[in-house]
């Protein structure tokens, strides 16, 4: 199993371009969520999907959208770049959500600067 | 709401030292209680974890006991390695329907030989 992968691994973007962030898993989870990664913040959650064709927003879901039409897909689209959304992106992946001590699958992460 | 609180760091040991990474919560059900590390350059892999009051997790020499009296789940290891720099997250599930994870602001460790 490639677990959870995601693309690229570094990006820079100019403000006012949009992007794709690419979270793919192979493990069958139903769970898949967005974070952030800011210094001395830890992980902020953006987006999170409960199924395919089901998403709900995080904690900071301005400037983030997202779609769920298969369970192994999550992408994470940035509209309008801005430099306030600099950051690394991780993607992560659970069997049932935050049901009882599930573990969290995390990608690599995605380095994001915008300038 | 629910939330959960680390010690700041960095913290720099010598190799073979005593570790402890302080970690409390608030929550206001029964959570799961976790410890995630990230190596650099690396995403977060689950370290161990504990699902109810008393339980100790462990793995690779680390050890957590979940205390239900003190809202705590302390991370321990009594000799560490150069290998476990890296940064530690305390982080936190409630049962009963889809809960996002709550992350502590996450624990530098620095091991220098």
């Known amino acids: 199993n490639a677990g959870v992968t995601q693309t690229p691994k570094f990006q820079v973007l100019k403000t006012g371009q949009s992007m794709t962030l690419q979270c793919a898993q192979d493990?069958?989870?139903?769970?898949m969520s967005w974070y952030r990664q800011d210094p001395g913040m830890g992980l902020r959650l953006i987006h999170y999907?409960?199924?395919?064709?089901?998403?709900d927003q995080g904690e900071v879901p301005n400037g983030y959208n997202v779609s769920r039409s298969t369970t192994e897909d999550f992408p994470l689209r940035l509209l309008s770049a801005a430099p306030s959304q600099t950051s690394v992106y991780f993607c992560a992946s659970s069997e049932e959500g935050g049901r009882g001590g599930e573990t969290q699958y995390f990608g690599p992460g995605t380095r994001l600067l915008v300038l | 709401g629910d939330s959960v609180t680390q010690m700041e760091g960095p913290v720099t040991l010598s190799e073979e030292a005593f570790l402890t990474i302080n970690c409390t919560y608030t929550?206001?059900?029964?959570?799961?209680l976790f410890w995630y590390v990230q190596y650099p350059g690396e995403g977060l892999q689950l370290l161990l974890k504990?699902?109810?009051?008393?339980d100790k997790g462990s793995n690779k020499g680390f050890e957590a006991t979940y205390r239900k009296e003190t809202t705590s789940f302390h991370l321990e290891k009594g000799s560490v390695q150069v290998s476990d720099s890296a940064v530690y997250f305390c982080a936190l599930t409630l049962s009963g329907g889809y809960q996002k994870v709550t992350f502590g602001t996450g624990t530098k460790l620095q091991v220098i030989p």
């Open positions: 493990m069958n989870h139903e769970y």
């Open positions: 999907s409960v199924g395919a064709g089901i998403t």
């Open positions: 929550a206001t059900g029964y959570p799961s």
């Open positions: 504990a699902t109810k009051a008393d």
